[in-house]
């Protein structure tokens, strides 16, 4: 079986924004895909060697919260400050409890199946990132690079 | 109870730790040797068999043991 290729843009920094590439690339290279992720903008933070990954309830209606919480203060009381790091510690607890993988594992497993992580150029000089900042195993690249790996993939998704 | 060759405990794990984990015991397995994969995701018995569909490995057997999802996975190649 020739293998198939799955392409990911990744472009969000958050906690929850994280999984969904991570469990993408990991699974379709336990499928055999050959896969490369391809972070820009906030999904830079992805890529980061020491994650701080955090989830915010602000610009969130979706987002469950635990003990009525969301009734207690709606929409401002999302803005009231260390409301971020405590839902944060709660999803971390969450995702603990019930048996689901943390980004950083979910990560490893990624390098060791060899997924191609490729940090955005022009994103990292636009913000500034110093390369020492981030992982070491990656490639740095350009929306050339991208195409050159995505042009013919078989999946190809923008997270 | 069906002969297996090895044993993997994804008991606790949720999507996609079992199906990773089980490919990281196939690849420790010969051709045509069979690996039982012990689950409580739900998710799981559909993921198996999609997962078996796509890697041309042979899901002997799908079982579910109050809560408990047992599954036999033949390598194959």
Redesign the interface.
């Known amino acids: 079986m020739a293998d198939k290729k799955l392409a990911i843009i990744a472009t969000k920094g958050t906690l929850d924004w994280a999984y969904p590439p991570f469990i993408l690339a990991s699974t379709a290279s336990a499928l055999g895909y050959q896969t490369c992720i391809f972070f820009t903008f906030y999904g830079l933070q992805l890529i980061k060697k020491k994650l701080d990954l955090k989830v915010s309830p602000l610009g969130n209606p979706g987002m469950p919260m635990p003990m009525g919480m969301n009734k207690w203060f709606p929409v401002l009381g999302t803005t009231i400050p260390g409301m971020e790091s405590m839902m944060t510690t709660m999803m971390k607890q969450k995702i603990k409890a019930k048996g689901v993988a943390s980004i950083e594992e979910l990560r490893d497993l990624c390098v060791e199946a060899e997924v191609r992580l490729v940090g955005c150029q022009m994103t990292i000089d636009l913000f500034d990132i110093n390369r020492d900042e981030l992982m070491d195993n990656i490639e740095l690249g350009g929306a050339a690079t991208f195409f050159e790996f995505a042009g013919d993939a078989d999946v190809t998704l923008f997270i | 109870m069906a002969e297996f060759d090895q044993e993997l405990d994804a008991r ?6 079992p ?2 984990r ?2 990281k015991a196939l690849n420790d397995l010969g051709d045509g040797q069979v690996l039982r994969i012990m689950a ?2 739900p998710g799981s018995v559909k993921d198996f068999e999609a ?1 078996a569909q ?3 490995n042979t899901l002997l057997e799908s079982t579910e043991d109050s809560g408990e999802f047992h599954f036999l996975l033949r390598k194959n190649g």
């Open positions: 606790g794990l949720n999507c996609p730790l199906i990773l089980a490919k409580t995701d997962f796509q890697t041309g």
